[in-house]
């Protein structure tokens, strides 16, 4: 059997975008709570009965968000422009877990309404 779980958590942050719609807004400099989850996928071990322990996934959670939340975002080192799309890569690489164990990404914007989902593999 195949399992997926997930793992949620959230960072505030600001950052520009230069855009050809929406110009004036998005090239000042605002803020966003960020919502993002991590999947993991696999087979539980036959000793601990677990893909793996959901405490491992926080930790590893924690390592990124530090370095996420409440910073510009524009200037976060490794992120490049600071899009949704980015966001999802620069998580996926930064998560410290197991190759392979991270089979999803998905960053949102609850009060936007938009959202990213980036499937890994």
Request: aromatic letters at 6%; hydrophobic letters at 40%.
């Amino acid at each position: 059997m195949i399992f997926e779980l997930t793992q949620r958590f959230y960072f505030d942050a600001a950052h520009t975008l230069k855009r050809t719609i929406d110009t004036e807004s998005s090239k000042r400099i605002h803020g966003h709570t960020y919502q993002a989850e991590i999947t993991v996928t696999g087979t539980p071990d036959p000793v601990t009965g677990m893909v793996v322990d959901l405490g491992l996934v926080r930790l590893a959670i924690e390592q990124v968000r530090e370095q996420l939340d409440h910073h510009l975002l524009d200037e976060v080192p490794g992120l490049g422009i600071p899009t949704l799309e980015n966001l999802c890569v620069f998580i996926l690489k930064k998560i410290a877990l197991p190759a392979g164990l991270v089979s999803a990404v998905r960053v949102w914007r609850e009060g936007q309404g938009d959202g990213c989902l980036l499937k890994a593999g």
